[in-house]
T-cell receptor, first 114, second 119 residues
Framework: KAGVTQTPRYLIKTRGQQVTLSCSPISGHRSVSWYQQTPGQGLQFLFEYFSETQRNKGNFPGRFSGRQFSNSRSEMNVSTLELGDSALYLC?????????????FGPGTRLTVL | AQTVTQSQPEMSVQEAETVTLSCTYDTSESDYYLFWYKQPPSRQMILVIR??????QNATENRFSVNFQKAAKSFSLKISDSQLGDAAMYFC????????????????FGTGTRLKVLA
């Protein structure tokens, strides 16, 4: 079974631009979560989607948004990029949102904002 | 506010020896879950072990075990018979139950402990 895939793997943008990252979960998984990892702030939960609905959101500004499609694939969008948005963005999928269900992580998308 | 603290930025262990990574947390919720994740260099993060707060028995997964002290809000990870493949960044995390008083859950990670395994 294929793992979680994230595209693109690397991205360079400039301040003020917007970016869309994509995540394809493991087949059969309906829950997708997004995380931001930076050297300064560590690993932070962004949001979780289940059955095309946002179930939970972390403490991030409205510039960060996401969505989930009927095939469970998810995208996250960051508008008006700032230098501080440079980070590794991780996606994880699980069968459902239960904390007892194991999350499987993708390799991440490394975003650099210049 | 919910917090997770990993006070050891870096640890080293000799191959085949045992090492313990520390984690303390704070949450006002009564129902929560604790996790240890491993992130090897340039590789994907994986779940190492999970502990339900309502369970008194410490979780164990092969060479990995936890020492869960609920009253002290401590959740340390013990790695026995350390192997070179254990070298990674280890993250401790606390997630409240799906339904909380606010209708959402919180998922907080520690800053990580980099484990080096010496041959």
């Amino acid at each position: 079974k294929a793992g979680v895939t994230q595209t693109p793997r690397y991205l360079i943008k400039t301040r003020g631009q917007q970016v869309t990252l994509s995540c394809s979960p493991i087949s059969g998984h309906r829950s997708v979560s997004w995380y931001q990892q930076t050297p300064g702030q560590g690993l932070q939960f962004l949001f979780e989607y289940f059955s095309e609905t946002q179930r939970n959101k972390g403490n991030f500004p409205g510039r960060f948004s996401g969505r989930q499609f009927s095939n469970s694939r998810s995208e996250m969008n960051v508008s008006t990029l700032e230098l501080g948005d440079s980070a590794l963005y991780l996606c994880a999928s699980s069968l459902d949102p239960s904390p007892t269900d194991t999350q499987y992580f993708g390799p991440g998308t490394r975003l650099t904002v210049l | 506010a919910q917090t997770v603290t990993q006070s050891q930025p870096e640890m080293s262990v000799q191959e085949a020896e045992t090492v313990t990574l520390s984690c303390t947390y704070d949450t006002s919720e009564s129902d929560y879950y604790l996790f240890w994740y491993k992130q090897p260099p340039s590789r994907q993060m994986i779940l190492v072990i999970r502990q339900e707060a309502y369970k008194q028995q410490n979780a164990t997964e092969n060479r990995f075990s936890v020492n869960f002290q609920k009253a002290a809000k401590s959740f340390s990870l013990k790695i026995s018979d350390s192997q070179l493949g254990d070298a990674a960044m280890y993250f401790c995390a606390c997630r409240t139950s799906l339904i909380t008083t606010s209708g959402t859950y919180k998922y907080i990670f520690g800053t990580g402990t980099r484990l080096k395994v010496l041959a």
